[in-house]
């Protein structure tokens, strides 16, 4: 299960091999030191595609830079307001998503009719289960 300390710290090559976005990935969970595979949807694989382009990443880069010079990737934190947000924007209940004790079966869409804008990496319900610390929550 893909964690969202996981998530945030995704290099560019941990998804594509030069244009090419895999369908699956693999990568080491911080928390447990195991690899851990995971789907990624056709949706969101173009997204990514469109996002690596846009932004001129290159295969080093984190897939999901922070804009402060402290730190290379979006912190957790930071990505939690962002499902926030999302969730949100598409009428739902934020206390019912977002990624205080969330594990990822793959990175999906929040559903298939409601991408928010922006991206495809989503939210799901909240699942029983051991989780990165979100600062601030």
């Given at each position: 299960k893909l964690r969202?300390?996981?998530?945030?710290?995704?290099?560019?090559?941990?998804?594509a091999h030069g244009e090419h976005i895999s369908s699956r990935a693999m990568v080491m969970q911080?928390?447990?030191?195991?690899p851990v595979q995971f789907e990624?949807?056709?949706?969101?694989?173009?997204?990514?595609?469109?996002w690596i382009h846009r932004a001129q990443?290159?295969?080093e880069d984190r897939l999901f830079p922070s804009r402060l010079h402290t730190s290379d990737h979006?912190?957790?934190r930071?990505?939690?307001?962002?499902?926030?947000?999302?969730?949100?924007?598409v009428g739902l209940d934020p206390a019912m998503y977002g990624t205080r004790n969330e594990t990822?079966?793959?990175?999906?869409?929040?559903?298939?009719?409601?991408?928010?804008?922006?991206?495809?990496?989503?939210?799901?319900?909240?699942?029983?289960g051991?989780?990165?610390?979100?600062p601030g929550d």
């Amino acid at each position: 299960k893909l964690r969202a300390c996981d998530l945030t710290k995704l290099r560019v090559r941990d998804v594509a091999h030069g244009e090419h976005i895999s369908s699956r990935a693999m990568v080491m969970q911080q928390k447990t030191q195991r690899p851990v595979q995971f789907e990624i949807t056709e949706q969101t694989r173009s997204a990514l595609a469109a996002w690596i382009h846009r932004a001129q990443l290159r295969s080093e880069d984190r897939l999901f830079p922070s804009r402060l010079h402290t730190s290379d990737h979006l912190s957790t934190r930071q990505y939690a307001r962002i499902v926030k947000g999302w969730v949100k924007a598409v009428g739902l209940d934020p206390a019912m998503y977002g990624t205080r004790n969330e594990t990822y079966e793959g990175i999906t869409d929040l559903s298939q009719d409601e991408e928010p804008a922006g991206g495809s990496v989503a939210a799901r319900p909240y699942e029983a289960g051991e989780h990165c610390s979100i600062p601030g929550d």
